[in-house]
């Protein structure tokens, strides 16, 4: 088997509430035109091509709280939701599991949707890389971890959000050629796991289990920097006291760094998935391929991801924990599920 651990979707619910709430449909063209997005008869079509492939749905970008204010998104994040395990529970042999959506602009409607969301089977939550423009070691946001992390063990799945409207120059009001995209996503990432790192998030929650995006994004490239040059944090700063912090951690910054988890989702970058799987070993690597956002509705990225990981020199054990038995152990679920993969 294939588990893919990170793919979006629209249930349709969801996708006829977005059409009636967003006026504005030209901001929200790119996920319009993608069928897969919420055709199931475009997406099987594309799954049947790849036999023993199997997928974990994510809701869609945009965040729920981008789209609407604090008292709409809780029923946004409910119809995703019931709309999410609609879809695993009537395509089992398609969809082995779902994570929810949260509505984060509202912290107390979050916490009840953890729990009405556990109840009905979710495998975890998906958090973006900020809310609103708030990090996410916020103190306002610390009854998620301890209802997602604490209370219940879940892992969470990390989505960078970061908008054209983020400009690349101060002197600028929006960020030009896609950069918010294509380099503004990877350090969005980036910036929100090492302020987890550093606000003592995996000290306070020692199990805690978040899948990074895009192949933990910039830090497996910029080891060098996370490791040496967080050694030496402080050095550099004069208005705060960050060797305390070091004093705090019970072990070097870029130790916490490997604790967390990274898809394959790279648009088929053998040098990246290599470049991850260096850094994170292969029992925290797990195959993703951010389906369906590609120019081929979602083939080209299964397609390239799966190409890229059967050309890279691993052993046919390595091979299964990465498509398919260090998601199934996430997930909760006994490995032995997942077959060896054909030669």
């Known amino acids: 088997m294939k588990l893919d651990i990170f793919t979006h979707i629209f249930p349709e619910p ?11 449909k030209a901001a929200l063209k790119r996920w319009f035109s993608l069928n897969t997005l919420h ?45 999410l395990a609609d879809l695993v529970a009537s395509h089992p042999e398609r969809f082995v599991a779902w994570v929810a959506a949260l509505p984060m602009n509202n912290v107390s409607a979050a916490l009840e949707e953890i729990e009405r969301a556990f109840a009905l089977g979710a495998a975890g939550v998906q958090l973006f890389t900020n809310i609103n423009g708030m990090p996410l070691d916020h103190d306002s946001f610390a009854p998620i971890f301890d209802a997602v992390c604490g209370k219940h063990d879940k892992p969470i799945w990390l989505h960078p959000a970061r908008p054209p409207a983020f400009s690349d120059y101060r002197t ?37 289990k978040i899948i990074t995006h895009h192949c933990g994004a910039m830090v497996p490239f910029f080891e060098g920097r996370v490791g040496y040059g967080w050694d030496e944090l402080g050095s550099r700063t004069t208005d705060e006291d960050y060797d305390a912090i070091l004093r705090r951690m019970a072990k070097r910054p870029v130790d916490y760094f490997r604790q967390f988890y990274a898809d394959t989702a790279v648009l088929g970058s053998r040098a990246a998935i290599r470049c991850g799987l260096e850094f994170f070993g292969v029992d925290h690597v797990m195959f993703g391929t951010d389906c369906p956002f590609d120019k081929e509705q979602g083939a080209l990225v299964i397609r390239e991801t799966i190409a890229a990981i059967d050309s890279l020199p691993l052993t046919d054990a390595e091979r299964a924990r990465i498509y398919c038995e260090n998601a199934q152990r996430l997930l909760g679920r006994t490995p032995s599920a997942c077959p060896e993969p054909a030669p």
Do not use: C
């Open 14 to 24: 969801y996708f006829s509430t977005l059409n009636e709430i967003v006026s504005d």
């Open 172 to 208: 600028e009001d929006k960020s030009k050629y896609e950069i918010w995209w294509t380099f503004g996503w990877p350090y969005e990432t980036s910036a929100a796991m090492a302020r987890i790192v550093f606000s003592g998030l995996f000290e306070r929650f020692p199990n805690l």
């Open 39 to 83: 055709d199931l008869k475009a997406r099987f079509a594309i799954m049947d091509n790849h036999p023993g492939y199997r997928q974990v749905l994510t809701l869609s970008m945009p965040p729920v709280e981008t789209i609407a204010g604090p008292d709409q998104t809780p029923r946004l994040a409910r119809i995703a939701n019931d709309g």
